[in-house]
């Protein structure tokens, strides 16, 4: 039903910066929020971000002062701004959409790579 479609991953130097963003396809009745989680191999997904649909936010400890997730309703999108990006942000980023009658929707994921 749902699609989401994720952009702007890719390779970049520690210090660097890249911006996620994640479109769904549609309009999404009684969205609770949308998110980004990530996971970097052979570990746990983990949370990075979340902004309910009154743009509350929510963020990791790890990306704190580092990330910011913002969305756009008209456009049913979201976004990541990660700057001061480290090694240890290498991974594979996860959209994800929860709503009253979806329930969680995740995109294929976006890999980022950040170099030494």
């Known amino acids: 039903q749902v699609q989401l479609v994720e952009s702007g991953g890719g390779l970049v130097q520690a210090g660097g910066s890249l911006r996620l963003s994640c479109k769904s396809s549609s309009s999404i009745f009684g969205v609770i929020l949308m998110g980004w989680y990530r996971q970097a191999p052979g570990m746990q997904r983990e949370l990075v971000a979340t902004?309910?649909?009154?743009?509350?936010?929510n963020y990791a400890d790890s990306v704190k002062g580092r990330f910011t997730i913002s969305r756009d309703n008209t456009e049913n999108s979201v976004s990541l701004q990660m700057n001061s990006l480290k090694p240890e942000d290498t991974a594979t980023y996860y959209c994800?959409?929860?709503?009253?009658?979806?329930?969680?929707?995740w995109g294929q994921g976006t890999q980022v790579t950040v170099s030494s």
């Open positions: 902004i309910t649909a009154g743009g509350s936010t």
């Open positions: 994800t959409v929860r709503a009253i009658r979806l329930g969680t929707a």
